[in-house]
């Protein structure tokens, strides 16, 4: 569905990835193009704008690595704006996982009418039964249309998925109330509730969802939408989550010619993530929604993403080593203090360093509490700053006076740069002992 804007994009990108060196023009040139390629998917203006100015900010403050092109650079930029686009941050790939564990959970379908709702419902009731062995009772509160009712009852029959008899006379809320009994008394573990939809919003029928959520209370509220209507598919997202709260989107008819616009601004303008997309009506048609794997199918470079990836992983590798070598020779001098510091604060401070290693986050507090956290890292590297290159690569020559003028360059006070030579100078201890012992050195130092 993505296959025009894919073609433009690859189009514009391709200039750049060609050339050796790049002016400022070509990339403003193929910004250009890459700004009219989202416009024309139907991607809201803000949205693209947004995009593009974050690309241009980091293709700017971008160190261009040896191994690859600059053109090769802004590919990867462009892909991981994208993923943020899709994605929102701290989504990561875990956008399709539903909050269901506490049984019976409920989730509750919410659309208009025509958006591909009662397919989706049961569709997502089938994959929760075959996949994760969930037991679901499905409920449609469609009272209006009789149809309705029986349309989900008999997608019902045919996925194997059960739904609750349907009593007439019955409104919304007193459907969601029996359905949430019948599944708490029959064991089941998801209830999902199909609500009524209407050929455009209005009072009434945002009204009735409202009450049923409140008599409901959902874990999860899943807005489907139409992916085929563009920017307004982002509109009545935006008129559900303001009216109604929502947890999540799915994009239907993503299998159509659209755009593919709507999937593109989703998560940009209503903060909300897309969970699924349905590529088609058969009751296997409906996928989790990876921003990762939707930016590498729309950018269709791959291959220079993953070079710039290892020409990365590279660089980090290159310079561990080149400090291990130093350290090796017995050499530390606050320029590699200040490197150490630096990885720390790319992985997080203290904090996120300890995270990674089970069991350590009290330690962590412990630690954060006696001032080793980022705020002590920003303040070290304030003080290394404020040194001379000749202070830097020879910490001995700190005597009272520099140590002042120090202390006022970096707006802190002599202690404190007291206490950050002391650190340089058990660390490079350490590291010297770490040296000598070679490859195996880590274990040794704490075999000690
Ligand atoms: P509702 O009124 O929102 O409940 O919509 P329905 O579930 O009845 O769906 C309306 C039509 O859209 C049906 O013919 C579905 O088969 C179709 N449909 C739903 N999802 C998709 C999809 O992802 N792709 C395609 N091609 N058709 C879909």
Same mark, same amino acid.
């Given at each position: 569905m993505f296959?025009s804007?894919s073609e433009?994009?690859?189009?514009a ?5 060609a050339?050796?060196?790049?002016t400022?023009a ?5 910004l250009r193009?890459?700004r009219v390629?989202?416009l024309?998917?139907?991607v809201?203006?803000?949205v693209a704008?947004?995009?593009i100015?974050? =690309?241009?900010?980091k293709?700017?403050g971008?160190?261009v690595?040896k ?5 090769q650079?802004v590919?990867k930029i ?7 686009m899709l994605?929102?941050e701290?989504?990561g790939?875990?956008?399709?996982r539903?909050r269901?564990d506490?049984p019976p959970?409920?989730i509750?379908?919410?659309g208009?009418?025509?958006s591909?709702k009662?397919t989706t419902?049961?569709k ?8 994760d062995?969930?037991r ?10 009789p149809a ?7 997608? &019902? ?10 009593v007439r006379?019955?409104d ?7 359905a949430?009994?019948?599944?708490m008394l029959?064991?089941?573990?998801v =209830?999902?509730?199909?609500t ?17 959520r409140?008599?409901?209370s959902p ?7 139409d992916?085929?209507? &563009?920017?307004d ?7 559900f ?7 999540g989107?799915?994009?239907t008819?993503?299998?159509g010619?659209?755009?593919g616009? +709507?999937?593109l601004?989703m998560r940009?303008?209503? &903060?909300?993530?897309i ?7 058969k009751m296997?048609a ?14 269709g470079? &791959?291959?220079i ?7 990365q ?6 310079? +561990?080593?080149?400090?291990?070598k130093?350290?090796q020779?017995?050499?530390?001098d606050m320029n590699?203090?200040r490197s150490?510091?630096e ?10 360093i300890?995270?990674?290693l089970p069991g ?13 956290d980022?705020?002590?890292i ?7 700053q404020s040194?001379?290159?000749e202070e830097?690569k020879?910490p001995d020559?700190?005597k +009272?006076?520099?140590?002042?003028r ?5 707006g802190l006070e002599?202690?404190d740069v007291?206490?950050l030579l002391k ?6 201890d350490?590291?010297?002992?770490m ?5 195996g050195?880590l274990?040794?130092?704490m075999?000690?």
């Amino acid at each position: 569905m993505f296959e025009s804007l894919s073609e433009r994009l690859s189009g514009a990108l391709e200039k750049l990835t060609a050339k050796g060196a790049l002016t400022e023009a070509d990339v403003a040139t193929a910004l250009r193009e890459v700004r009219v390629a989202l416009l024309e998917a139907d991607v809201s203006l803000p949205v693209a704008r947004r995009f593009i100015k974050q =690309v241009q900010d980091k293709a700017t403050g971008q160190a261009v690595l040896k191994s690859v092109t600059p053109g090769q650079m802004v590919v990867k930029i462009v892909h991981d704006e994208m993923v943020a686009m899709l994605a929102g941050e701290g989504d990561g790939e875990a956008g399709a996982r539903l909050r269901i564990d506490s049984p019976p959970a409920t989730i509750l379908m919410v659309g208009l009418q025509g958006s591909g709702k009662t397919t989706t419902a049961a569709k997502l009731a089938r994959r929760l039964k075959e996949r994760d062995h969930k037991r679901v009772l499905m409920a449609s509160l469609d009272t209006r249309r009789p149809a309705a009712m029986e349309q989900l009852a008999t997608l &019902g029959q045919q996925t194997g998925i059960d739904t609750l008899p349907i009593v007439r006379g019955q409104d919304a809320v007193a459907i969601a109330r029996r359905a949430r009994q019948q599944a708490m008394l029959a064991g089941y573990d998801v =209830v999902m509730l199909d609500t009524a939809g209407r050929l455009s919003i209005d009072a009434e029928l945002m009204a009735e969802v409202a009450a049923v959520r409140d008599a409901a209370s959902p874990n999860e509220t899943l807005l489907v939408v139409d992916g085929l209507t &563009g920017q307004d598919a982002v509109h009545t997202a935006e008129n559900f989550d303001g009216q109604i709260g929502i947890s999540g989107v799915v994009l239907t008819r993503m299998d159509g010619d659209g755009r593919g616009g +709507a999937a593109l601004s989703m998560r940009a303008v209503t &903060g909300k993530p897309i969970k699924f997309v349905g590529i088609g009506e058969k009751m296997d048609a409906l996928e989790e929604f990876h921003a990762e794997r939707v930016a590498g199918r729309i950018l269709g470079m &791959g291959d220079i993403v993953s070079l710039v990836e290892k020409a990365q992983e590279q660089i980090e590798q290159a310079e +561990a080593e080149r400090m291990m070598k130093r350290f090796q020779k017995g050499r530390f001098d606050m320029n590699d203090l200040r490197s150490q510091l630096e990885q720390m604060q790319k992985m997080g401070g203290m904090d996120g360093i300890m995270s990674m290693l089970p069991g350590m986050g009290k330690i962590a507090r412990q630690m954060g509490d006696a001032g080793v956290d980022d705020k002590m890292i920003r303040r070290q590297m304030a003080i290394i700053q404020s040194m001379t290159r000749e202070e830097r690569k020879k910490p001995d020559i700190l005597k +009272a006076s520099r140590k002042e003028r120090i202390a006022r360059g970096s707006g802190l006070e002599v202690q404190d740069v007291n206490r950050l030579l002391k650190m340089h100078r058990q660390m490079a201890d350490m590291m010297k002992k770490m040296g000598r012992m070679g490859k195996g050195g880590l274990r040794g130092l704490m075999g000690q």
